[in-house]
């Protein structure tokens, strides 16, 4: 009887086991396998079943076994260090870059199916690494083709460094094969130096451009330039006589006239 007792209790159990769904036997103490088993072993002691622990258990289980399976990191995505992000729209590059400080920014234009963006990546995750005072940004040329556009990006991979005051300190585009391109421009301005005045980020230009692009959701208002008068040409003490065009040199051979009527 006892052992009948048991080796339906290990059926039931284990077969609550396998499918969490069906129908859980009840091991509390009022249970007729709990009584059958305490009848015939007085010194076995039976957990009373809590069915809200078990179903919390598996739900945990659950959620870790999804988060070890997970959706496989895309390759530009892989290997990132502290100081590397994508950016995901026009105003947040513009805002990383004036909120840069005097650092050094590099901003790395690449696209999913660019093979030669895949194969430079772990170059330029390890030369984070190596320069943790540089911030890296990210652009995605397929999500961000307008953007890309207005900045005046026609060639992948590719990269713009600015900091500071300065502004864009130089761009170009480089592969595995010109990696030391890279390398170089880190060097010469990653040193520490403070630059005088605001922060510039993007240029005027790009700024403008960026604002008339109906596609992205950004807007910008052009800052006055001041417009340098012309100076009036000094009229000559004989009217009959050629006026000189102010921007004509003394020697330069051409002969710049306008009526002097």
């Known amino acids: 009887m006892a052992e009948a007792a048991i080796s339906r209790t290990n059926l039931i159990f284990r077969g609550a086991c396998v499918n969490q769904h069906k129908h859980v036997v009840d091991y509390s103490v009022s249970s007729p396998v709990s009584f059958g088993l305490r009848k015939s072993f007085p010194s076995l002691k039976v957990k009373p079943f809590n069915q809200f622990q078990s179903s919390r258990s598996s739900s945990s289980i659950t959620a870790?076994?999804?988060?070890?399976?997970?959706?496989?990191?895309r390759w530009w995505e892989k290997g990132l260090k502290e100081n590397m992000r994508e950016i995901s729209s026009a105003q947040e590059l513009v805002d990383s870059l004036t909120n840069a400080g005097d650092k050094l920014v590099v901003v790395d234009f690449f696209s999913p199916?660019?093979?030669?963006?895949?194969?430079?990546h772990p170059k330029i995750c390890q030369l984070a690494e190596q320069n943790p005072d540089v911030q890296f940004l990210q652009v995605n040329y397929e999500e961000h083709k307008s953007?890309?556009?207005s900045l005046g990006v026609h060639v992948l991979p590719f990269?713009?460094?600015?900091?500071?005051a300065h502004g864009r300190v130089c761009s170009f585009s480089c592969t595995n094969a010109t990696i030391k391109k890279f390398r170089d421009a880190l060097a010469k301005h990653?040193?520490?130096?403070?630059?005088?005045?605001?922060?510039?980020?993007l240029e005027e230009k790009e700024l403008v451009a960026l604002a008339a692009n109906k596609?992205?959701?950004?807007s910008y208002t052009p800052k006055d330039v001041p417009v340098e008068?012309?100076?009036?040409?000094?009229?000559?003490?004989?009217?009959?006589?050629?006026?000189?065009?102010?921007?004509m040199k003394a020697n330069d051979g051409k002969t710049l006239v306008s009526s002097g009527r």
Do not use: W
């Open 190 to 201: 990653t040193p520490d130096r403070c630059s005088l005045g605001p922060t510039k980020g």
């Open 147 to 149: 953007m890309c556009y």
């Open 64 to 73: 870790q076994t999804a988060l070890r399976i997970g959706t496989p990191q």
């Open 215 to 218: 596609e992205l959701n950004f």
């Open 229 to 247: 008068e012309e100076e009036a040409p000094v009229p000559a003490s004989n009217p009959g006589l050629p006026v000189a065009h102010p921007s």
């Open 113 to 120: 199916g660019c093979g030669g963006c895949k194969a430079l």
């Open 159 to 164: 990269f713009r460094f600015y900091r500071g």
